[in-house]
Every structure is written in structure tokens, then in C-alpha cells.
């Protein structure tokens, strides 16, 4: 099967200015794929280039298979597109905006069309100029999704939705992927591609910094790991500790046993990587209690953001600040 | 089924109220000036006064020939007041067409839909070709109406071929806007280009007719090219509306071609 999206040493100048410096990366089909960066990462840039809104400096682009310079209209007519800002008219209705869209890139469905406005929870009839902003964004994805597009390419989709729409719309994700589509979606927020995608690509001065599955980032990321361990001594515990590959800022203290309780060890340490290891040893102890908190992805992407500029000498950063120094 | 021309309806439907509202200007001054001929132009006392006007002045305004019904119509009407309204209608239409609305950000929209670019620019200065079409058959018919009761002695071949000239002309405010909307993506740039168009060829034409010294200004103008040889009293210069309607084609070109090849929306 091939490749739903393609990017080869993608290049964008406007002007003097580079703001992509040379993107590689690929999407499965019926994959999601999320971009996260920083604002003015280029990861509107990179969008608007798959949509043919704006051209490449340099470097090719395989959009399902074609190249979108070219294909025209056929090729669009099987994306769906969310812009990251999103402007609408004012003097219409989310119906008759539809309708326009639907008669450019039809079909569609009416009937999908009012399935979607409630799911989304979003009154078609309303005049698009009252609509609060989170209405705006419930309309810009339907005008996406309603024409069951092979490819949706959403810029910061979720922005300005309330958290119980936020989920309706990961379910939605969810649905077209199953059935066959795929998902190129952008956020600034960790947690939202964390929720939705399969693939992470983070973006920074335009520069791809890693691409990694969520399951590996998860791997990676760091766990506050807590527990109480009855009848052992701190040396034991530490020496335990000390076993598992991935353990780091242990901090044990003893609890002096009274008439109610038996003394006990409680330890705090971080984890990172797998978990099965760590487990394997404290089974080997008497818990009274264990914690061991939710990865955080942010900090996992902060480390990987710093860390993989400090280990490439010749990276994009370090691209970009010769770009400025010119244009100072 | 893809709907027939969906661009081109909807800019027609989206406009309809300012289509509404430049017809009512132009009909509320076409039923306040050529009522008043057989009393001001037609008086030997508005002769008189016009006359005593300094040259420089009645030729500047087109008063030259004001003491005929078809020379009152075309200094009143065809060379002022409905010159001016149709230029504005023409020239808001076209900065709207393309830089007005990549300025708003809403033709980036609109083109990651199943569109071209080109397809974008033709249908909308369709749109604005069929706004411009309408508004001046709503002008010769009511000359038409009014020719009788206000003594105007037009002869209807001559009026046909004065609208012609008269929607060509303001067409070319409305492409230039169109082109430079498409060329920059600018709606300020637009309106200055469709304005100067309009402005220009009317100062160039007022100041040609002042002097042989300054008669190679009227070749600059297209309000001269139009109006030079007083088509509602001689009849139509065809090869000036062609001439005229041919510019307005390659600007439109021209902005298909511009917009084919640029980034939208940076």
C-alpha cells in the first residue's frame, strides 16, 4: 500500500526567510499522524504546502500518491481541510456554508451532514456570525469531514471545543481511521496527539526534532513511582531499586514501627521505561501501598526537544540562527 | 453532482444586497436629473449661464454640449453622477473578488476545496461582468422610460451603444481592482488601482480637452476612449468597446495567471 503522505527535504523561504529547513517524514494510510510544536514551528506551513495554499521552496510532496502541484482539483476533492485560523463569513448560515462547500466538493450526504452537526452538538441554522468560537470550529470540522474525505489534514482541531466535544471528536478520528482514512492533525498540546495519534512528529523552527510512536514516547517518558514497604530495611530497598534498569532519584525513608503498625520503608523514585522489570523486583517485597503515576509526555517531549539539539551539532536550530543572523 | 458554477451563484446571491443598493442610487439619480432637462438644459437662460462660465470649466465638466437632450443626459449621467456610482459598484465588486477575500482569510477555505485557481478568478469576474450587465440595462431602460416625457430626443441605436460604453468603462475600474486583487491579495491595493483607473482617465480626459498642448492625455484615457465622440448623440464607437472590454479581459486573465502562481494567504 502506498504512503498516504510523503515529504521529502521540504523547504519554505518566504522572502529571505526559511521557516521549514528540509522536512522528511512519511503517514501510513489509516494511520493518525500528529505534529506538535511550539507556535511558529511550521506546522501551518507544512499543512498549507500539502494543500497546494502555498508552494515548496524545495523538496517534493506525495499527497495520496500524487503530487498536489499538480493533481488539481481531484486530489482535493479527496482531503478534508481544517485551516488553523479559521475565518467564516458572517452573512450565512452553517447550512448554506455547507452547501456551497458540499457543491464544490461533493458529494455528500445530507444526511451524514446532520448526523455530524449532532454529534458535534451545533445548530446548522444559526446565523455563522453568532456563533461562539467553539461553534465556528464544531462548523470548520464538519465542512471537513462531510465529504468522507480519504485524507483530513487538521490544523489545531481541537482548539476553542469544550473537553465533552474534544472527545466526540477523538471518537470521530477514530471512525474514519477505522474505516480506512487518515489523520494529519497539529496541536501545540501534548496531551491532544497524545489522545488521538499513532505517530508523533515534533516540530520545531522548522525542523522535524524526532518522530516517534506515542507508545515509545511513552516508553520514554518519565514515572513518579511511590510506595511503602513493610519489614524491609532501606538498604535492601535501595539495593532492589538499584537492580531496575530506568530508576533514578530514589529517596527512601524509614518509618519507625508503633504498637498499630509494623515499621516500613517508603520510597520515591522515577521510573522511565518499562514498567514489567521494576514490577518483577517489588513483588519480591511486602507493599502496603504502591503509586505509579501516569507518564508525563510533556516533560518526555521537553527532554527529547533539548536533547536532541544538544546531540546534533548541525542541527535545524542551529540553521535557523544563521538564517536570522542575515537577517539582522 | 457538483452544482453549475458554484462560485459564480454564490458570488451573484452573496451580493445581492449591495447589487440592490447600487441600483437604487443609480435609479434615484437618473429620475432626479433627466426630469429636469426641458427646465435647465433645454432653457436659453441655463444657455446663458453656461455661456458665461469660463471654457475651461464647461469643457472639464462635459457642459459643452448640454443644451441637447442626449448632451445633458451624457454630461449629467453617463459622464458624472452614474460614471461615478457604476465605477464604485464595479471597483467594491472587483477588490472584493479575489484580494478582499484572501485578505479575510476566507478564499484559503474556499481553495482547499475542489476548485482551481483559475476557476476562482473566471467565475467571480463573471459574477462581477453579470453585476456590472444589470445594473446597466436598469440604466438604458430608464432613459428609455424617461426619453419621451423629459424631451430627451435620444435616439435608442445611440443610447444601446452609450450603455455599452458606459459598462465597459466602469468594467475596467472593476477588472483593474479584480487583477490587482489577484496579483497582491491586497483589497487596499485593489480598490487604489480600480480607483485610479476611474479617477485618472477622468482627470486625464477634463485636462486633454483644455488645450492641443495637452491633447495626448486623452490617448491615456480611458473615459475618452468611451466618451470622445459623444456617443449618445453619434452612436457607439464599437471598436473603442471592444478595445475596452478587450483590457478588461487580459486583466482578468492576468489575475487568473497571478493567482495560479502565488502563495495564498501570507
Same mark, same amino acid.
Given at each position: 500500500m502506498t504512503q498516504a503522505i510523503v515529504v521529502e527535504g521540504l523547504r519554505k523561504k518566504f522572502g529571505q526567510r526559511e521557516v521549514l529547513h528540509g522536512l522528511d517524514f512519511a503517514v501510513e494510510p489509516g494511520t493518525v499522524f500528529g505534529v506538535i510544536g511550539p507556535n511558529g514551528a511550521g506546522k501551518t506551513t507544512t499543512m498549507r504546502c500539502l494543500l497546494d495554499i502555498i508552494r515548496p521552496s524545495a523538496g517534493t510532496i506525495s499527497v495520496l500518491g500524487r503530487d498536489p502541484r499538480r493533481a488539481g482539483t481531484g486530489l482535493r476533492r479527496r482531503i478534508g481541510y481544517l485551516p488553523g485560523e479559521l475565518h467564516l463569513e458572517n452573512r450565512t448560515t452553517g447550512r448554506r456554508m455547507l452547501e456551497h462547500f458540499a457543491a464544490i466538493s461533493g458529494p455528500v450526504e445530507p444526511k451524514y451532514v446532520n448526523e455530524l452537526a449532532e454529534r458535534l452538538d451545533l !445548530? &446548522? !441554522?444559526?446565523?455563522t456570525r453568532k456563533l461562539s468560537k467553539g461553534n465556528k470550529q464544531k462548523l470548520g470540522l464538519l465542512q471537513a469531514f462531510m465529504h468522507r474525505p480519504e485524507l483530513l489534514v487538521l !490544523?489545531?482541531?481541537?482548539?476553542? &471545543? !469544550?473537553p465533552l466535544v474534544q472527545q466526540e471528536f477523538h471518537a470521530l478520528v477514530r471512525e474514519v481511521v477505522d474505516g480506512g482514512a487518515t489523520v494529519f492533525l497539529s496541536s501545540h498540546v501534548l496531551s491532544e496527539v497524545q489522545q488521538a495519534a499513532d505517530t508523533v512528529a515534533i516540530l520545531r523552527d522548522g525542523g522535524i526534532v524526532t518522530i516517534s510512536t506515542v507508545e515509545a514516547l511513552r516508553n520514554a517518558a518519565v514515572r513518579q513511582l511511590r510506595f511503602n514497604a513493610a519489614g524491609a530495611e532501606a538498604n535492601d530497598v535501595g539495593a532492589l531499586l538499584a537492580r531496575v534498569p530506568g530508576v533514578a532519584n530514589v529517596v527512601l525513608r524509614e518509618l519507625p514501627g508503633d504498637g498499630a503498625a509494623e515499621a516500613a520503608v517508603e520510597a520515591t523514585a522515577t521510573l522511565s521505561g518499562q514498567v514489567q522489570p521494576l514490577v518483577q523486583e517489588l513483588a519480591r517485597l511486602n507493599l502496603k501501598n504502591l503509586v505509579l503515576e501516569e507518564p508525563d509526555l510533556e516533560e518526555a517531549v521537553l527532554t527529547l526537544y533539548t536533547g536532541h539539539y544538544v546531540g546534533n551539532g548541525n542541527g535545524h536550530k542551529s540553521v535557523s540562527h544563521t538564517e536570522g543572523a542575515h537577517h539582522a | 453532482m457538483p452544482r453549475f458554477l458554484p462560485l459564480f451563484t454564490k458570488a451573484l446571491t452573496d451580493s445581492w444586497r449591495s447589487t440592490l443598493a447600487w441600483a437604487l442610487g443609480l435609479t434615484g439619480a437618473i429620475m432626479l436629473y433627466l426630469p429636469l432637462y426641458p427646465s435647465i438644459g433645454g432653457s436659453a437662460q441655463m444657455q446663458q449661464m453656461i455661456d458665461a462660465l469660463p471654457q475651461e470649466m464647461t469643457k472639464a465638466l462635459n457642459?459643452?454640449?448640454?443644451?441637447t437632450g442626449p448632451g445633458y443626459t451624457q454630461a449629467t449621467m453617463f459622464g458624472l453622477i452614474g460614471f461615478l456610482l457604476m465605477s464604485m459598484a464595479s471597483v467594491g465588486w472587483g477588490a472584493a473578488a479575489v484580494g478582499g477575500d484572501e485578505e479575510s482569510g476566507l478564499l484559503e477555505l474556499t481553495l482547499a476545496h475542489s476548485v482551481t485557481r483559475i476557476q476562482v478568478v473566471l467565475e467571480r469576474a463573471l459574477a462581477l461582468v453579470v453585476r456590472v450587465g444589470i445594473l446597466s440595462a436598469l440604466v438604458f431602460l430608464l432613459v428609455l422610460v424617461l426619453n419621451g416625457p423629459s424631451k430627451l430626443d435620444i435616439d435608442v441605436g445611440h443610447l444601446f451603444g452609450a450603455v455599452v460604453l458606459f459598462a465597459a468603462l466602469a468594467l475596467l475600474s472593476g477588472t483593474a481592482a479584480l487583477c490587482v486583487g489577484a496579483l497582491t491579495g491586497r483589497k487596499v491595493y485593489a480598490i487604489a488601482a480600480g480607483a485610479a483607473v476611474a479617477v485618472l482617465g477622468y482627470v486625464f480626459n477634463a485636462v486633454g480637452r483644455q488645450s492641443p498642448d495637452v491633447d495626448w492625455l486623452l490617448n491615456l484615457s480611458p473615459y475618452h476612449w468611451a466618451y470622445g465622440n459623444s456617443p449618445i448623440t453619434n452612436g457607439a464607437d464599437w471598436g473603442a468597446a471592444a478595445g475596452l472590454l478587450g483590457i478588461s479581459a487580459a486583466l482578468i486573465a492576468l489575475g487568473a495567471v497571478a493567482l495560479q502562481r502565488r502563495d495564498v494567504g501570507v
Amino acid at each position: 500500500m502506498t504512503q498516504a503522505i510523503v515529504v521529502e527535504g521540504l523547504r519554505k523561504k518566504f522572502g529571505q526567510r526559511e521557516v521549514l529547513h528540509g522536512l522528511d517524514f512519511a503517514v501510513e494510510p489509516g494511520t493518525v499522524f500528529g505534529v506538535i510544536g511550539p507556535n511558529g514551528a511550521g506546522k501551518t506551513t507544512t499543512m498549507r504546502c500539502l494543500l497546494d495554499i502555498i508552494r515548496p521552496s524545495a523538496g517534493t510532496i506525495s499527497v495520496l500518491g500524487r503530487d498536489p502541484r499538480r493533481a488539481g482539483t481531484g486530489l482535493r476533492r479527496r482531503i478534508g481541510y481544517l485551516p488553523g485560523e479559521l475565518h467564516l463569513e458572517n452573512r450565512t448560515t452553517g447550512r448554506r456554508m455547507l452547501e456551497h462547500f458540499a457543491a464544490i466538493s461533493g458529494p455528500v450526504e445530507p444526511k451524514y451532514v446532520n448526523e455530524l452537526a449532532e454529534r458535534l452538538d451545533l !445548530d &446548522l !441554522d444559526r446565523q455563522t456570525r453568532k456563533l461562539s468560537k467553539g461553534n465556528k470550529q464544531k462548523l470548520g470540522l464538519l465542512q471537513a469531514f462531510m465529504h468522507r474525505p480519504e485524507l483530513l489534514v487538521l !490544523d489545531e482541531p481541537t482548539s476553542g &471545543l !469544550d473537553p465533552l466535544v474534544q472527545q466526540e471528536f477523538h471518537a470521530l478520528v477514530r471512525e474514519v481511521v477505522d474505516g480506512g482514512a487518515t489523520v494529519f492533525l497539529s496541536s501545540h498540546v501534548l496531551s491532544e496527539v497524545q489522545q488521538a495519534a499513532d505517530t508523533v512528529a515534533i516540530l520545531r523552527d522548522g525542523g522535524i526534532v524526532t518522530i516517534s510512536t506515542v507508545e515509545a514516547l511513552r516508553n520514554a517518558a518519565v514515572r513518579q513511582l511511590r510506595f511503602n514497604a513493610a519489614g524491609a530495611e532501606a538498604n535492601d530497598v535501595g539495593a532492589l531499586l538499584a537492580r531496575v534498569p530506568g530508576v533514578a532519584n530514589v529517596v527512601l525513608r524509614e518509618l519507625p514501627g508503633d504498637g498499630a503498625a509494623e515499621a516500613a520503608v517508603e520510597a520515591t523514585a522515577t521510573l522511565s521505561g518499562q514498567v514489567q522489570p521494576l514490577v518483577q523486583e517489588l513483588a519480591r517485597l511486602n507493599l502496603k501501598n504502591l503509586v505509579l503515576e501516569e507518564p508525563d509526555l510533556e516533560e518526555a517531549v521537553l527532554t527529547l526537544y533539548t536533547g536532541h539539539y544538544v546531540g546534533n551539532g548541525n542541527g535545524h536550530k542551529s540553521v535557523s540562527h544563521t538564517e536570522g543572523a542575515h537577517h539582522a | 453532482m457538483p452544482r453549475f458554477l458554484p462560485l459564480f451563484t454564490k458570488a451573484l446571491t452573496d451580493s445581492w444586497r449591495s447589487t440592490l443598493a447600487w441600483a437604487l442610487g443609480l435609479t434615484g439619480a437618473i429620475m432626479l436629473y433627466l426630469p429636469l432637462y426641458p427646465s435647465i438644459g433645454g432653457s436659453a437662460q441655463m444657455q446663458q449661464m453656461i455661456d458665461a462660465l469660463p471654457q475651461e470649466m464647461t469643457k472639464a465638466l462635459n457642459y459643452d454640449q448640454i443644451a441637447t437632450g442626449p448632451g445633458y443626459t451624457q454630461a449629467t449621467m453617463f459622464g458624472l453622477i452614474g460614471f461615478l456610482l457604476m465605477s464604485m459598484a464595479s471597483v467594491g465588486w472587483g477588490a472584493a473578488a479575489v484580494g478582499g477575500d484572501e485578505e479575510s482569510g476566507l478564499l484559503e477555505l474556499t481553495l482547499a476545496h475542489s476548485v482551481t485557481r483559475i476557476q476562482v478568478v473566471l467565475e467571480r469576474a463573471l459574477a462581477l461582468v453579470v453585476r456590472v450587465g444589470i445594473l446597466s440595462a436598469l440604466v438604458f431602460l430608464l432613459v428609455l422610460v424617461l426619453n419621451g416625457p423629459s424631451k430627451l430626443d435620444i435616439d435608442v441605436g445611440h443610447l444601446f451603444g452609450a450603455v455599452v460604453l458606459f459598462a465597459a468603462l466602469a468594467l475596467l475600474s472593476g477588472t483593474a481592482a479584480l487583477c490587482v486583487g489577484a496579483l497582491t491579495g491586497r483589497k487596499v491595493y485593489a480598490i487604489a488601482a480600480g480607483a485610479a483607473v476611474a479617477v485618472l482617465g477622468y482627470v486625464f480626459n477634463a485636462v486633454g480637452r483644455q488645450s492641443p498642448d495637452v491633447d495626448w492625455l486623452l490617448n491615456l484615457s480611458p473615459y475618452h476612449w468611451a466618451y470622445g465622440n459623444s456617443p449618445i448623440t453619434n452612436g457607439a464607437d464599437w471598436g473603442a468597446a471592444a478595445g475596452l472590454l478587450g483590457i478588461s479581459a487580459a486583466l482578468i486573465a492576468l489575475g487568473a495567471v497571478a493567482l495560479q502562481r502565488r502563495d495564498v494567504g501570507v
